[in-house]
């Protein structure tokens, strides 16, 4: 079976594509993408769909990623295909976020097809990942300590927009086509260098694996991972179904499971159960490790007085009698209403919230005229307008607030909502009001109010700043 006949059955094998999508490829201008976008231009016609081809330039090699931008750029012009391509700068961007290049690359590259996705309207987003880089992450995962999902690799297609029609095609396939079908393509000389665990894998362990233990290596592993992945969504599926049953209940930030129903479920779908719990307060499941999730489960089964664990990224699971809670922050203990005189100016600590507000008046040509070179957390209000004395305290049922730049009231409650504040810390937010009228001027860190902002006729202003309640303001 040639390469095309191969990829279109694929495709069908796992519904892939359907008439009328606009598939956006990602092609780098190597023999894998190019292969890719020659297929399915190929098969255009025949399946119905509409191409668009995106490049990204991470920036890490010169001259070198200009060109395969240029080569790319051109290749889409001379199929007519339309085009989008990016230079973005992945190395700074992973210095500012201490990332290692790889991990770097491949946010920003993400971040980069979902914004070219939604500009275009484009429904699929095609990839040209084969057999051999299957191969390959299964390995990388094996030697992380992975568990299932880990070892079932990539799928032919995920969140039914990620497609890889190549998955079932050896790297050597791909080359062959190329050159039956004189396509150029680009060499990207960091893939030879031995410097990456991937690299390796690939450049030595592959290699060593299929000559002297098990020519067939690659091929074998491709099916291990559809046989794990199989297996892994129906044991999903199984835990999804249990979860919802020993769920006591749910809320933004807290998630409470029956303790006993927990303890009765086999290990497997308790440690999966944690997981989804996990999911629905952080909304994915990274950060939280095989030893977290095992060291709850040992709590659980031996029992004892309440217990509180330190989770990853503030989360925690409190142990009581009768539930498994996770919850971030606070939000298990809602603070105590204050009200308090707000200093004009000073600095005012607001320990029931964790934060303070520092107040300072200063002369209008003091603040810059751009007021977004203000720092975080800080806004600037005309003195004139306002009515002192002032008070901050927390938020009371049926609250109301103008916002500024919106010009008509709206409920604190709303506000939140539309805001994406997480219920446990609506109550922590200080709210800045007027003594005399009781008019909220500020929902600390969220919101202004409209009618109190600087004009070309301010004087004298007001300088608002929200602040942790820490030394550091970490």
Same mark, same amino acid.
């Given at each position: 079976?040639?390469?095309?006949?191969?990829?279109?059955?694929?495709?069908?094998?796992?519904?892939?594509?359907?008439?009328?999508?606009?598939?956006?490829?990602?092609?780098?201008?190597?023999?894998?993408?190019?292969?890719?976008?020659?297929?399915?231009?190929?098969?255009?016609?025949?399946?119905?769909?509409?191409?668009?081809?995106?490049?990204?330039?991470?920036?890490?090699?010169?001259?070198?990623?200009?060109?395969?931008?240029?080569?790319?750029?051109?290749?889409?012009?001379?199929?007519?295909?339309?085009?989008?391509?990016?230079?973005?700068?992945?190395?700074?961007?992973?210095?500012?976020?201490?990332?290692?290049?790889?991990?770097?690359?491949?946010?920003?590259?993400?971040?980069?097809?979902?914004?070219?996705?939604?500009?275009?309207?484009?429904?699929?987003?095609?990839?040209?990942?084969?057999?051999?880089?299957?191969?390959?992450?299964?390995? +990388?995962?094996?030697?992380?300590?992975?568990?299932?999902?880990?070892?079932?690799? +990539?799928?032919? +297609?995920?969140?039914?927009?990620?497609?890889?029609?190549?998955?079932?095609?050896?790297?050597?396939?791909?080359?062959?086509?190329?050159?039956?079908?004189?396509?150029?393509?680009?060499?990207?000389?960091?893939?030879?260098?031995?410097?990456?665990?991937?690299?390796?894998?690939?450049?030595?362990?592959?290699?060593?694996?299929?000559?002297?233990?098990?020519?067939?290596?690659?091929?074998?592993?491709?099916?291990?991972?559809?046989?794990?992945?199989?297996?892994?969504?129906?044991?999903?599926?199984?835990?999804?179904?249990?979860?919802?049953?020993?769920?006591?209940?749910?809320?933004?930030?807290?998630?409470?499971?029956?303790?006993?129903?927990?303890?009765?479920?086999?290990?497997?779908?308790?440690?999966? +159960?944690?997981?989804?719990?996990?999911?629905?307060?952080?909304?994915?499941?990274?950060?939280?490790?095989?030893?977290?999730?095992?060291?709850?489960?040992?709590?659980?089964?031996?029992?004892?007085?309440?217990?509180?664990?330190?989770?990853?990224?503030?989360?925690?699971?409190?142990?009581?009698?009768?539930?498994?809670?996770?919850?971030?922050?606070?939000?298990?203990?809602?603070?105590?209403?204050?009200?308090?005189?707000?200093?004009?100016?000073?600095?005012?600590?607001?320990?029931?919230?964790?934060?303070?507000?520092?107040?300072?008046?200063?002369?209008?040509?003091?603040?810059?005229?751009?007021?977004?070179?203000?720092?975080?957390?800080?806004?600037?209000?005309?003195?004139?307008?306002?009515?002192?004395?002032?008070?901050?305290?927390?938020?009371?049922?049926?609250?109301?607030?103008?916002?500024?730049?919106?010009?008509?009231?709206?409920?604190?409650?709303?506000?939140?909502?539309?805001?994406?504040?997480?219920?446990?810390?609506?109550?922590?937010?200080?709210?800045?009001?007027?003594?005399?009228?009781?008019?909220?001027?500020?929902?600390?860190?969220?919101?202004?109010?409209?009618?109190?902002?600087?004009?070309?006729?301010?004087?004298?202003?007001?300088?608002?700043?929200?602040?942790?309640?820490?030394?550091?303001?970490?």
């Amino acid at each position: 079976m040639g390469l095309l006949d191969k990829v279109r059955s694929e495709i069908t094998r796992h519904h892939l594509l359907a008439s009328g999508d606009l598939v956006l490829v990602g092609v780098s201008g190597g023999p894998d993408s190019v292969a890719l976008l020659h297929l399915l231009f190929s098969l255009r016609e025949e399946l119905n769909i509409q191409l668009h081809v995106a490049h990204l330039n991470h920036m890490f090699r010169g001259e070198e990623a200009k060109g395969d931008a240029s080569f790319v750029r051109d290749l889409a012009e001379r199929w007519n295909l339309p085009c989008t391509v990016r230079a973005l700068d992945v190395p700074a961007y992973g210095r500012e976020r201490n990332l290692s290049a790889q991990v770097a690359a491949r946010e920003v590259r993400y971040c980069f097809f979902r914004e070219v996705l939604r500009a275009t309207g484009a429904n699929k987003l095609a990839l040209g990942h084969h057999a051999d880089d299957q191969a390959e992450s299964v390995l +990388m995962n094996l030697f992380r300590g992975s568990g299932l999902q880990g070892l079932a690799g +990539m799928a032919p +297609m995920r969140e039914n927009l990620y497609i890889r029609p190549l998955l079932a095609v050896r790297r050597r396939e791909i080359e062959e086509y190329c050159r039956e079908h004189q396509l150029a393509t680009r060499l990207d000389p960091s893939n030879l260098k031995s410097i990456y665990l991937r690299n390796k894998i690939r450049n030595r362990l592959l290699p060593l694996l299929e000559e002297e233990y098990c020519p067939g290596i690659v091929p074998v592993l491709a099916r291990m991972a559809g046989q794990l992945r199989d297996e892994h969504e129906f044991l999903e599926q199984l835990s999804r179904q249990a979860y919802r049953q020993i769920q006591a209940s749910c809320r933004p930030g807290q998630v409470v499971l029956d303790r006993q129903a927990l303890s009765l479920q086999t290990r497997a779908l308790a440690r999966r +159960m944690i997981r989804l719990a996990w999911e629905e307060i952080q909304g994915n499941r990274q950060d939280l490790t095989f030893d977290h999730v095992e060291d709850i489960l040992e709590r659980l089964e031996k029992g004892g007085p309440e217990k509180i664990l330190e989770l990853p990224c503030g989360v925690k699971a409190k142990m009581s009698l009768q539930t498994v809670t996770l919850f971030k922050g606070d939000v298990l203990a809602p603070p105590q209403p204050f009200l308090r005189s707000l200093k004009v100016p000073g600095r005012t600590e607001l320990p029931e919230a964790g934060a303070c507000i520092v107040v300072s008046v200063v002369d209008r040509q003091e603040v810059p005229p751009d007021l977004r070179e203000l720092s975080s957390g800080t806004i600037a209000l005309d003195y004139e307008r306002i009515t002192l004395p002032l008070m901050v305290r927390s938020r009371r049922q049926g609250d109301v607030l103008v916002p500024f730049g919106l010009g008509k009231e709206v409920k604190l409650k709303k506000l939140f909502i539309d805001r994406k504040v997480p219920r446990g810390l609506r109550d922590r937010i200080p709210l800045v009001i007027e003594e005399s009228t009781g008019r909220i001027l500020w929902a600390a860190g969220v919101r202004m109010a409209a009618g109190i902002e600087i004009t070309a006729a301010t004087r004298k202003v007001i300088l608002l700043s929200l602040e942790n309640g820490n030394s550091n303001n970490t």
